[in-house]
């Protein structure tokens, strides 16, 4: 059974099956498992610790992160690889949002909000909006909020004072503030930035994050760091988190509505691409509406056990599959490393200086501005990485929701443009007896009397005035009278209501200029199309042929010049 075959019927199976990422378990497995997450664990507390200055809440939160929403995801999600954690984009949006908000548990109640807009997603099937965030501008926008997100811990980093939300702001203030910048914060800085970039670039599987962490507080607890006037972020509530449900009015729900929004929308883009990305790698069957119902369920966890919203996480699943692990036990490995840190080990946390946090979340930046990715879109294709470019100033200049925002909008603005400019051209036959385009040109013929007409997309409201022009110009500015226009309609899969009354009043206008219309290559789809639009009686049903070779043994044979004497005589 190949892949497609094994998605659906993935896809016919019970809406709601446990642990689908986990099952089946064996002893080996979940050995290897469990060291890939002690190693996560490893790797990532640090960084979730950094998330929560991105998205500008308590430390401790950070650690929830990696808890009650690791086990949700496991026990209702689909992907075997996909970690679902804190992730520096959804936190991004969450701190644009609600820098100008203040309500008790917002962050909380964003990541209920968020479940609730999955949950509805999955109900409605609505896991296609994934799709209309393309590549090209999810680059851009991820390479923004990296810009966004360190120069946001500059100030942190240098020990400056930064009191702005907004991003060029808060670049001038660190600018203006460098000759009040604390040397101590700026050496433990960069020695953290040294730390975790050489681990990265040497040895990816040594978890230089934890490095950094741990020696930070053994050196601040030894020297007592923040008598020097290094900002620790002191003591830290141990212990689980406590369950219950964000106290949030009406109101301020409403307007956290679009934070969720855009939460929602960078989830199921980032979380349906990385989930995809993995089960295709290992020939994995990946349900992805179930996907869909984990994300919801560690959202409403994340929610229910007071911290913010989570994400499928490129980076972090790329961590967990370079350590071994092989399904979602390994997730439930670090949801217990997580569990023992927050019983046992808050107390040291307290020495941890500010900037280190600062400085993990840097490195995590940094990681995000992708150059390669927009050197690779500019080679291919220039104006892509217009698109790609805009969206990160936008994320930088404005914010990051009106990012998402844009990103989506830009995706669909390219595929309408493509549709409404598609690719057009005139077959010309070679020496050789092959039909080759040729640009559709004024002037531009298939031979005497004859222009076989390609157009590259379906015909719409949009579109169809162009497509009744050209088709106009190469009859009207032909070297020679044209009797016969043929339409390669291979392309097209469909023609909506106002498109077929313009190419009703272009047949009109063919039978004046006794010019025959004659299609070829049409589909199924299309055939009913102009049937439901009473085109086909206009056209009439024997212009029209399964193929090329078809249509011109017709035009140069006996039956056509009778139909041809009768489109005379019509006229």
């Not at 509530?237 to 729900?253: E, F, H, K, N, Q």
Request: charged share 15%.
């Amino acid at each position: 059974m190949d892949l497609a075959s094994a998605k659906k019927l993935q896809a016919r199976r019970s809406p709601l099956r446990l642990f689908e990422g986990i099952r089946p378990v064996s002893r080996a497995g979940a050995m290897r498992d469990v060291l890939a997450g002690f190693t996560l664990a490893a790797m990532n507390v640090p960084q979730a610790l950094g998330y929560t200055k991105i998205a500008g809440t308590p430390v401790v939160t950070g650690l929830y992160t990696l808890l009650l929403p690791l086990v949700a995801f496991a026990t209702f999600g689909s992907s075997r690889y996909l970690v679902v954690a804190a992730d520096s984009a959804t936190a991004a949006i969450l701190a644009s949002g609600l820098s100008h908000m203040a309500p008790v548990a917002s962050e909380q109640y964003v990541a209920l909000l968020t479940a609730g807009c999955l949950l509805l997603a999955r109900l409605f099937k609505l896991g296609f909006l994934a799709d209309f965030l393309s590549q090209t501008v999810l680059v851009g926008f991820l390479t923004g909020v990296g810009f966004q997100v360190a120069i946001a811990v500059l100030g942190e980093m240098l020990g400056v004072p930064v009191d702005s939300r907004k991003t060029v702001e808060q670049l001038a203030q660190v600018v203006f503030g460098l000759p009040q910048a604390h040397l101590p914060t700026i050496s433990i800085s960069a020695a953290v930035v040294a730390v975790v970039l050489l681990c990265r670039g040497l040895a990816p599987r040594l978890p230089g994050p934890l490095f950094a962490v741990v020696g930070a507080v053994a050196a601040s607890a030894m020297f007592d760091f923040s008598a020097r006037g290094i900002t620790v972020i002191g003591p830290l509530a141990g212990g689980l988190p406590r369950l219950g449900i964000p106290d949030v009015s009406w109101g301020d729900a409403l307007a956290l509505v679009p934070v969720a929004g855009s939460c929602f929308l960078m989830i199921i883009a980032q979380s349906a691409a990385t989930a995809r990305a993995y089960a295709t790698r290992h020939r994995e069957t990946l349900d992805e509406n179930a996907d869909i119902v984990g994300l919801s369920a560690a959202n409403a966890a994340a929610a229910f056990s007071g911290t913010f919203v989570v994400n499928g996480s490129p980076t972090q699943t790329a961590m967990v599959e370079s350590s071994g692990g092989r399904s979602q036990f390994a997730h439930l490995a670090t949801a217990g490393v997580v569990a023992l840190v927050l019983l046992f080990l808050t107390g040291p946390l307290q020495y941890l200086p500010q900037c280190v946090l600062g400085a993990i979340v840097f490195t995590i930046a940094v990681g995000l501005v992708d150059l390669r990715g927009l050197r690779d879109i500019g080679r291919e294709s220039p104006g892509e990485l217009r698109l790609a470019l805009a969206t990160a100033a936008v994320v930088v200049l404005v914010g990051v929701e009106h990012g998402i925002l844009l990103a989506m909008v830009l995706s669909l603005l390219r595929h309408v443009r493509h549709s409404y400019r598609p690719h057009t051209a005139v077959l010309v036959e070679d020496g050789s007896g092959q039909w080759r385009p040729t640009p559709a040109a004024p002037g531009a013929m298939s031979g005497p009397g004859l222009v076989v007409f390609q157009f590259g997309a379906d015909l719409f409201y949009a579109n169809a005035g162009r497509f009744a022009e050209d088709a106009r110009s190469l009859i009207e500015r032909a070297p020679t009278p044209v009797s016969w226009l043929v339409l390669d309609a291979g392309a097209i899969t469909s023609i909506d209501y106002s498109a077929a009354r313009v190419v009703r009043t272009l047949q009109d206008d063919l039978i004046r200029d006794r010019v025959v219309l004659v299609l070829v290559h049409a589909q199924s789809s299309l055939l009913a199309d102009l049937d439901r639009h009473l085109l086909t009686g206009v056209i009439g049903a024997d212009h029209v042929f399964d193929s090329l070779h078809e249509a011109l043994a017709a035009i140069r044979g006996h039956r056509v010049h009778a139909m041809k004497a009768g489109t005379s005589g019509a006229g």
